[in-house]
């Protein structure tokens, strides 16, 4: 993701005014409607001395680690959001594999050895549990 793309001027319009975004992390579009199955990603730093640019580096560096860590059969630069949360103090970043579908969350779920008891529904804003309908 390019910074002077149109895409990330919006993610930096999103955590200025709202102190969240969901991006993908390589097109740079905004989380949308979906399902969510996490993964294990955690970073923090503080916001005095660190810019929302480095963050996007250090992150965006540990992401082929990732994507070996989660290889399955799915598309994972599609799948692939970062969540960037503006506190006072820090920003905290955590990943996510988005699907549009809740039966391709299930299934990557599943194969990844993720309990689906952790699937995110955003538009209920709940988990879901496998024996649900979408």
Same mark, same amino acid.
């Given at each position: 993701?390019?910074?002077?793309?149109? /895409?990330?001027? $919006?993610? &930096?319009?999103?955590?200025?005014?709202?102190?969240?975004?969901?991006?993908?992390?390589?097109?740079?579009?905004?989380?949308?409607?979906?399902?969510?199955?996490?993964?294990?990603?955690?970073?923090?730093?503080?916001?005095?001395?660190?810019?929302? $640019?480095?963050?996007?580096?250090?992150?965006?560096?540990?992401?082929?680690?990732?994507?070996?860590?989660? /290889?399955?059969?799915?598309?994972?630069?599609?799948?692939?959001?970062?969540?960037?949360?503006?506190?006072?103090?820090?920003? /905290? &970043?955590?990943?996510?594999?988005?699907? $549009?579908?809740?039966?391709?969350?299930?299934? &990557?779920?599943?194969?990844?050895?993720?309990?689906? $008891?952790?699937?995110?529904?955003?538009?209920?804003?709940?988990?879901?549990?496998?024996?649900?309908?979408?």
């Amino acid at each position: 993701m390019q910074r002077d793309s149109i /895409e990330f001027r $919006e993610v &930096v319009k999103l955590l200025v005014n709202k102190g969240n975004v969901s991006f993908n992390a390589f097109d740079g579009t905004i989380r949308k409607i979906g399902f969510l199955v996490p993964i294990e990603y955690y970073h923090e730093d503080l916001i005095d001395i660190v810019s929302f $640019e480095e963050i996007v580096d250090v992150v965006t560096a540990d992401i082929p680690d990732i994507e070996k860590e989660y /290889e399955v059969d799915y598309d994972f630069e599609k799948a692939l959001y970062i969540d960037v949360n503006a506190t006072e103090s820090f920003y /905290e &970043v955590t990943m996510d594999l988005w699907f $549009e579908s809740f039966q391709e969350a299930v299934d &990557v779920a599943e194969a990844l050895d993720i309990p689906s $008891e952790e699937i995110y529904d955003i538009a209920n804003e709940c988990y879901i549990y496998d024996n649900e309908d979408d």
